[in-house]
Structures are given as structure tokens and as C-alpha cells.
């Protein structure tokens, strides 16, 4: 039986055409909003069976601690423990041997503590809880707090949505016309056909897990980065066309990544949600905490120590291993050497209006949209090839 | 009366019904191709993350 997460299964679509046909037949903002929640946990019920209860309880055990966050007698105390709490989930979802191994009663709850501790819905949590901490938004009630954490169509490859955005979201939608289906039909049928035949062609066809040596090695890492970009962001089109049918704000997370100019442009058109995520979560607070103790003396060495910190954990988030330890830093790198250089390149040029005219050339442009292509396959070729890694090196998988 | 308004909307907004029946068809064609050569699981980089 496949996945109720795999898009080619016929539960999946079932499930969507019953959540796009009830929510579009409610209009009052509640019954949507349970309607919804409702879809939600019968559909995670699919993935985990008579578990679900227990995710229940957990939900429920979820609603007094937001309050407590709320109501600031919590101290930093609780939220330390609480963000404890989030990453123990998100590294078990990532290497459960290491816990089942250790404590083997754990194996029961497998299921369960790899959904709770799930990257998307760990960040969710997290992105949750601060929101309520900093009184930017009242804790949620059940129904949301299910809608937000887990909405069934935005689970398999996210995007990582903002609780601002969530909350954000009309009351209530203006009813589904004929066009706007329409665009929802083109974007689902885009996602399907750019995973199941471009992505699928391109890996059966031409990927070999770099077999050959030689050129053909160096066109396959051309091409594994333009596969992954077709199967990646084949999910994304699929859920923001979900998204769009049952009037459920679901953001964008591609933005024609190959005509980045540099690597900060990338990140501003690769995995959008993500590179927000990270900016609103680790880089500003990061940079905030480093300039308030220098005196906002040495802007340049702080913003290289948000890039490091920052994209060393995305590389973590991605996967526990050396592998993505060293694409996080290769990519925290890129993101200096781009940073030193644009402030090199203003200070030569008089400013940001020559920058502006520098960066207008159509060759310069085009070189540089090549660079970053190319800089980002090296990355892909640190996330993909089967290197032989030492045995002393741990977390391999 | 005609039961389809949003065409009528379309083709008053300079949109030719021919268009929105052609960009059903290509809908419809890439679904077509999804089945016959798409297949279920595959290798999916960024699954489970």
C-alpha cells in the first residue's frame, strides 16, 4: 500500500476532492475551520493508524502550554524546554535508530514521534510557540492549531508557511470561479507532469549515481541539480494548486531559481519558505544578538557569522550527517564571499547607483547567472555523490 | 441566459473561449502523460525532510 504522502496515490486525490468539495460548500469561517482540521487529522490517521489518539492528547497537551507562553509567567524556562522538546522530536525523526536502539519501547511509538518530530511540522511548532510567546498572535484554538501544524496538502515537501501569513488569511473566501479553478487545474497538472515525466524521465534515463567517470560525471551533476529542481518544486505547484481549490493560503516556494544572479538572489528563489524561515528564526536574531554586542562595529564579520550559523543548521535540518554539514558550509561560503563582494564592489563604484549599472550589463548578468548555476550544482554534487566517507566520521547515512 | 459566466466574463475581457478550451486540452494532456508514464514512489530527494 503506498504513502497517503505519495502524490500518485489514488487515496490522496480521493481525499482532496472530498476536502476541496466540503470546504467550498461551508461558508461560515468555523465550520471551515473544523471541516478542515477534521481532514487533517482523518488524513495523518491514514499514516498512522490507532496512534492518531495519541497525537490527539499531544495536540490537546499543546493548548495549555501556549497559554502559559502567552500569558508571560512562563519565563524563558519554558520556552528553553520547549524548544528542547521540538528538536529531541526533530532529531528522532531524522536518526529514530539512535533512540529505538537505546530504549527499545520507543519502537512502539516510531510512527508517531517521526510525524510529531517531522522537519516541516518542527518548524511549524517552533515558528508557532514564538509567535505566541512574543504576543504577536493569541494561542490558537484546537481547530487551528491542527490546521496549521499539520494541513494534510502542504505535509509531504511543505512550504514552510509563516504563522503571521496563517493568521493573515481571509476570514472568509470568495467563492471558487471557473478561472481560478482553472489556474489551480494548470498548476496541479504542472507539478504532476514536471515530477512524474520531466524528473521521472531525467532519473531513469540519464542518472546513473555517478557510475561513469569522466565528462559524462560533470553533465551529471548538471543534471541532478536541474532533476531535483523538476521533482522539488513539482510538490510545491501541486500543494499551492491544492491550496488554491479549497482556499487554503498555501505560499509560493520557487521563484525561476536559475535566473538567480548570485547566491542571495538563489535563496530569495530556491525553497523560499525555508530561506524565510531561517531569516526570521536564526539569521535577523542571530545578527541582532552580534551587533548588539559589538557596538554595531564590524556589520561585515557579524552578517558572515549569521550566514555560518545559520546555514549550518539548515544543512542539519536538511539531514544529521557530515554530508550536509559541509553543503551548509559551502553554502554559508557562498553567501560570504557574494556579501564581502557587493560591499567591495559599492565602495568601488560610488555606491549602490553604480552597482546598478555595473550589475545591468547583459554579459556581466549573464555570467553571473551561469556562476551561480554552476556554484549550485557543486552544492547539489555535495548533497548527492556516493562519497566514501570514513568510518570515524558518525551520523553517515 | 447563458450558464456559463465565466466564459461570457472571459470573452468580454478580451479572453477567446478558444483559449480557455485549449488550455483544458494541454491540462488534460499532461495528465494523460502523468498516467501512462508516470509511476508511484521514485526517488524523491527531499522526502521525509
Known amino acids: ?397 | 441566459m447563458d450558464s456559463r459566466p465565466e466564459l461570457v466574463t472571459q470573452a468580454a475581457a478580451g479572453v477567446p473561449p478558444w483559449r480557455f478550451v485549449a488550455r483544458g486540452l494541454w491540462i488534460a494532456l499532461r495528465l494523460i502523460a502523468v498516467f501512462y508514464l508516470g509511476q508511484s514512489g521514485g526517488r524523491f530527494f527531499y522526502q521525509g525532510f
Not at chain 1, 66 to 87: D, Q, V, Y
Not at chain 1, 120 to 148: I, T, W
Not at chain 1, 275 to 282: P, V
Not at chain 1, 304 to 312: E, H, I, K, R, T
Open chain 1, 1 to 397: 500500500m503506498s504513502s497517503p504522502l505519495d502524490l500518485y496515490s489514488a487515496r490522496f486525490w480521493l481525499f482532496v476532492i472530498i476536502a476541496v468539495a466540503v470546504l467550498n460548500s461551508l461558508v461560515s469561517r468555523s465550520a471551515r475551520t473544523w471541516a478542515f482540521a477534521l481532514m487533517n487529522l482523518a488524513f495523518i490517521s491514514l499514516y498512522l493508524g490507532k496512534k492518531t489518539a495519541l497525537l490527539l492528547v499531544g495536540l490537546l497537551a499543546l493548548m495549555p502550554f501556549l497559554r502559559l507562553l502567552r500569558s508571560g509567567r512562563s519565563g524563558p524556562a519554558c520556552l528553553f524546554l520547549g524548544g528542547i522538546g521540538t528538536l529531541v522530536l526533530f532529531i528522532f525523526n531524522k536518526r529514530p535508530d539512535l533512540f529505538v536502539a537505546r530504549v527499545p519501547a520507543l519502537e512502539h511509538l516510531e510512527y508517531l514521534l517521526v510525524t510529531i518530530g517531522f522537519s516541516y511540522v518542527a518548524l511549524r511548532l517552533y515558528e508557532l510557540a514564538r509567535a505566541v510567546r512574543e504576543g504577536r498572535h493569541q494561542p490558537p484554538g484546537f481547530a487551528e492549531a491542527v490546521n496549521y501544524l499539520l494541513p494534510f496538502h502542504m505535509l509531504a515537501a511543505g512550504p514552510i508557511q509563516s504563522y503571521d501569513e496563517f493568521v493573515a488569511q481571509p476570514a472568509v473566501r470568495s467563492p471558487l470561479g471557473l478561472s481560478d479553478a482553472m489556474d489551480a487545474f494548470e498548476r496541479i497538472a504542472s507539478g504532476l507532469f514536471k515530477k512524474y515525466v520531466l524528473a521521472n524521465l531525467i532519473q531513469r534515463l540519464l542518472l546513473t549515481d555517478y557510475r561513469p567517470t569522466g565528462p559524462y560525471a560533470l553533465f551529471e551533476a548538471q543534471l541532478t541539480f536541474i532533476w531535483l529542481y523538476l521533482d522539488f518544486s513539482a510538490y510545491s505547484d501541486v500543494a499551492v494548486g491544492i491550496g488554491r481549490l479549497m482556499g487554503v493560503a498555501t505560499p509560493e516556494n520557487f521563484n525561476r531559481p536559475y535566473l538567480a544572479r548570485n547566491i542571495m538572489d538563489f535563496w530569495e528563489r530556491w525553497h523560499i519558505s525555508l530561506s524565510q524561515f531561517i531569516r526570521r528564526n536564526i539569521f535577523i536574531p542571530v545578527q541582532v544578538a552580534l551587533i548588539r554586542r559589538t557596538d554595531g562595529q564590524r556589520t561585515l564579520l557579524v552578517a558572515s557569522l549569521a550566514f555560518s550559523v545559520s546555514f549550518l543548521l539548515c544543512g542539519l535540518w536538511h539531514q544529521i550527517s557530515f554530508r550536509f554539514l559541509a553543503w551548509g558550509a559551502f553554502q554559508a561560503a557562498g553567501l560570504i564571499i557574494c556579501n564581502l563582494y557587493r560591499h567591495r564592489l559599492t565602495q568601488r563604484l560610488g555606491g549602490r547607483k553604480g552597482v546598478n549599472q555595473y550589475l545591468a550589463n547583459r554579459w556581466i548578468r549573464v555570467a553571473m547567472t551561469a556562476l551561480t548555476f554552476e556554484f549550485n550544482v557543486v552544492a547539489v554534487f555535495i548533497q548527492t555523490y556516493p562519497f566514501e566517507v570514513p568510518a570515524w566520521i558518525p551520523g553517515q547515512s
